[in-house]
């Protein structure tokens, strides 16, 4: 009978993938994010929020052609029209781009162009979650909407570095690299696996003359993507006609030329001293291929427009190793990199990674509304820059708790009420311990638990005498773990004062501690 | 064709009851809640942020009885789990409430106790959109799980009034109202509708009681909603042989006699001069009530513990007859009531009414341990809270945008772009024009659109003499509203400036604007 009751009880458990955030995770990524409102603020970006549920059909992507549109999105049916059928399919964002394309489509009337918003917020994956994988997680993203000019994408990159500054990342532990994926295509057309034939700057052209060759222009983007693990020979032997990896499995090659392998490596391997010279590598590569050399053109621009502004290669270079979202964009493409050295799980040393990344694409909204509108944008990974920030000492772990006021006489609630309201008055988080009394020993176990720094105690006799006792729990704790007490007997961690000198008193301690 | 293509485009538009935030409206949401979490901080509170999603089972209420449990909530059935049928049934959380008990629930071994915490968030509903309802909003909650104390609802009681004075709603213009469901119960006695047989603190004696006559005691607890409405005398009427009501329609009484009924009466009328007085009242209306006799002296516990902090009768009141959320409750319940006039949609005065509320529960966490947990706390509306400081007022509703940086000359966006990080640097919003600057004239709407305060403009003939363009937006748009334009002139609403001293003039503009 008893065994039947517990079986009809809920599990207490988030669902797989999901995970809840206590006390100072929360406050820290609340903090982290104001800052970085702050900054996309002063670029005069306007901050937007989406509701969390899209229609399947403005989302995109996943269209309800399949029974359950639930490829990657958490998505479910409305419930029936009366008299019509089925409702819409209904789904969480899984990123904050696809609903800023919806809100421009919706509102393009109204906005003003460009639009410029920032956006900040959870968004769904319906992922096989693994160890660090959820399946909510934060975004922060800025976008430009309805401006083709390099200098939006410029400003980006500056922002970014402003941002990582802002947070906490110092000048030196970061670089912000920018490559194009107009260069690439013009690699590939020098290349002869791709055509441009039309007007360079016409990307409908370069789409359909990718899905020409498709199938070449896609390993190739696979094998350049594997430049930073098998570098340069390696990615030669892949280009060609294939390699024996590591492990003795042998890997098919793209099977190109030497020739049509050149601009490829001369690609990635152009990166020189000073942007002049990468760019100069750059235009050698591409040939005369016109894409190219329009986007040669526009990361030089990108490189004045930052040099004027001040930002020089310690924060902001052109790289064109940077190959992370190069099929996705269709023009400049950065990525926020952090390069201070972190331990990882199997105690090896490696740089931090990438925590933010973007670029311009100019098809989103065009899906609603049939016209093409350029846009550029990032997306800052919060969870990864708060990780970030943990690693680089940056961030409290922990919350400093209340103070607690101690319950010695539970009829005397009310003088404990008011100490703490005179505490609380003078900005200093308080409480009074509100669990049952009887034990004080379970009051001192509380105190400690909530990370207290002090806690005050007033019995019956100190209350006859107008006195509290005010006990330091962090220089407590550091007795505690001192093997000899004699050092610390001139400074007890205990402390009697009048009542009325109360406040007063913890406002010292305090300070003492932060200091 | 050219129809087939354009019925193929997804439409941009937000799911029926869901709608988009710009601007100002984010950024006074978020300023806010971040006052909000001060004072809950403060008060000692911890930040928790669950998940959006939880289980079904977890969330309760809508267990999955029936093939698809979307009475209310938002809920979908996870794919199903290899060679184990169906998976789990998700949904997003409806409120705040039973993701904590979950999350108590869960974690109770790690947890503090009492465990308090403070939560902020969107919460989503199933439910029939209308005009001003939408189907996600904004909840902030506060609780402490694990405490029986009167304290802990007195001091939520305290930190509701501290609160509203911090986001902007001046004292006198609010009202905290107390009311306790255990002296309703006491009064249900008194009138012979329930029978509290065991002791009068365990609630699941009164649960068992009120099942017992559930009908009548439901049907007085329907009535007593209607105190505000029918006054007194109609409430005598509804809970003895029923009322004609305006519209001449007849309503059938709950069937009370008039000595059943007086006890009722006697507890809706009981507010007296001062929390003795009204206390006074409360304790005839119980009669000789056990269950009674408690719920008037928890309100004498709140009443006292209030008054020894300071918190008199023009912030918090004890009112008996505050009934909303009597029903769900087992113990004390608060209301916060903003008490200024508004006009309605009809050009009506009246009051703008409730905030936030709140009360003790002490049945959530049990669903899933078994065990009985006293718990309390208060959520407020934050969407009505945000409606409130706008009709007083006291929140902005259009942010101040960026000094536009115009682009008179398109190959010089170098010098724009420094201009802009000048201002920047000097913490001003800022930025430059990223349209297409071919025509000046959508320079200037785009900077009116944005709310801009200041516009910049170096043509080639500044330039050449070394100066800038400063017009000051905010002044121009006020010589223009007026007829003459006679007494603006020595203030003219455009300043020619030394380049270097651009940043200097655009401070000294802005600060003016601001006064």
Redesign the interface.
Known sequence: MAKQ??AQ????????G??????A???G??EML?KI?GVY????F??????????V??L?KFLPDVDRP?EGV???Q??DVPGGGGG?W?A?RYDLTAPLA??Y???RNEL???Y?RYAMG?V?RNEKPGPGRF??FYQCDAD?V???????D??IC?MLA?TLEEVGIPRGDYVIRVNNRKVLNGVLEAAGVIKSSGPPHDIQDITIELHYNEKIADAVLRTIDKFDKVGEAGVRELLGKGRLDASGAYIDGVGLSAEQADPVVAFLTSKDADAAGTLANLRAAVGDSKMGAEGVAELE?IA??L????YGPDRIVIDPSVVRGLGYYTGPVYEAELTFEITDEKGRPRQFGSVAGGGRYDDLVK????QEVPATGVSIGVDRLLAALHAKGRMQSE?T??VVVTVMDRDR??????M??EL?NA??????Y???PKNFGNQLK?AD??QSPVAIIEGADEKAKGLVQIKDLVLGARIAETASVEEWKDRPSQVEVPRDQMVAKVQEILKGQSQ
Do not use: C
């Open positions: 009751k517990k009880r809920p599990k207490a458990v988030t669902p797989k999901f995970r809840d955030y206590f006390g995770e929360v406050e990524r609340a104001r409102a603020h002063r670029y005069g306007e901050a937007l929020e989406s509701s969390a549920v899209e229609t059909e403005a995109g639930n958490f998505a479910w409305e419930a819409d209904l969480l919806r809100v489509a919706q509102h003003p162009t460009p410029r959870p769904w399946r909510q430009t309805g401006s083709a000019s390099m200098a939006a410029a400003e500056a402003d621009q004045d427009l040099a004027a502004q001040g899906r609603f509304t049939g919350t708790g209340p609630m009310a003088d404990y009420q008011k703490v309201a609380r900005g200093i988080r308080a409480e009074a509100l669990g049952n509380y638990k909530r």
